[in-house]
């Protein structure tokens, strides 16, 4: 099955500063992969995702790139606030075929400090 | 819209003993989730429904956790028995069908086995 490895663990920076989170996964057949935000005691949210027919996307301060033939995909978050502090997930999915059909496999988590 | 809802938000219980979650998706979502958060670690899959059929439950621990949704909306999670291990946060998510669509998360439900 799908494993997805995301590193750092934690990060911490100063507000303003840029934050990039790094993910690989190992099935070469995953085609979509979402970015999720959690806060302490909160619910996961998607903040950006990317299909695996494009190379990067960006919303606002948040950007994501990915290099399918590496196998990785990383999160970008520019001018850094306080209030991106939270945990981020990364997940990697297939689009079909098979049992698996829409199933997230999610990185660790990266716990993301910005100091005011 | 409503979100997806759950319930309880948390539970305590002893060791061996049984534990039921509830989960109504957001109206309209076909596919519903259970997954399993331990402490520090990111989310795991146990159970993957499509309308009432079961798409994915390899990662399902079969000899103690069950889980339905019958007539395709609303879904129990049941642990019986209960270990320690079993110590986590139940997400349950839902989803337009297909994969592209993003997968919504309810509040989750905190279990703690003693």
């Known amino acids: 099955g799908e494993n997805v490895e995301q590193h750092p663990s934690t990060l911490s920076v100063q507000e303003g500063d840029s934050a990039v989170i790094k993910c690989t996964y190992s099935?070469?057949?995953?085609?979509?992969f979402p970015w999720y935000k959690q806060e302490l005691g909160k619910r996961p949210q998607l903040i950006i995702d990317?299909?695996?027919?494009?190379g990067e996307k960006k919303d606002q301060r948040i950007a994501v790139t990915l290099n399918k033939t590496a196998k990785h995909f990383s999160l970008h978050i520019t001018e850094t606030q306080p209030e991106d502090s939270a945990v981020y997930f990364c997940?990697?999915?297939?689009?079909?075929?098979?049992?698996?059909?829409?199933?997230?496999?999610f990185g660790q988590g990266t716990i993301l400090t910005v100091h005011p | 819209e409503a979100g997806v809802a759950q319930s309880p938000r948390y539970k305590i219980i002893e060791k061996r003993q049984s534990v039921a979650f509830w989960c109504n998706p957001i109206?309209?979502?076909?596919?519903l989730y259970w997954y399993q958060q331990i402490l520090g670690q990111g989310p795991k899959l146990l159970i993957q429904?499509?309308?009432?059929?079961?798409?994915?439950d390899s990662q399902l621990p079969k000899d103690r956790f069950s889980a339905e949704r019958l007539k395709g909306v609303d879904s129990t999670l049941k642990i019986q028995p209960a270990k320690l291990e079993d110590s986590a946060v139940y997400l349950c998510?839902?989803?337009?069908?297909?994969?592209?669509?993003?997968?919504?998360f309810g509040p989750g439900t905190r279990l703690t086995v003693l």
């Open positions: 998510a839902s989803s337009l069908q297909g994969v592209y669509n993003e997968q919504f």
């Open positions: 099935d070469s057949a995953s085609n979509y």
């Open positions: 990317i299909r695996s027919n494009v």
């Open positions: 997940a990697a999915s297939k689009r079909a075929g098979g049992t698996s059909y829409g199933k997230l496999t």
């Open positions: 109206s309209g979502h076909a596919t």
């Open positions: 429904f499509q309308n009432n059929g079961v798409v994915d």
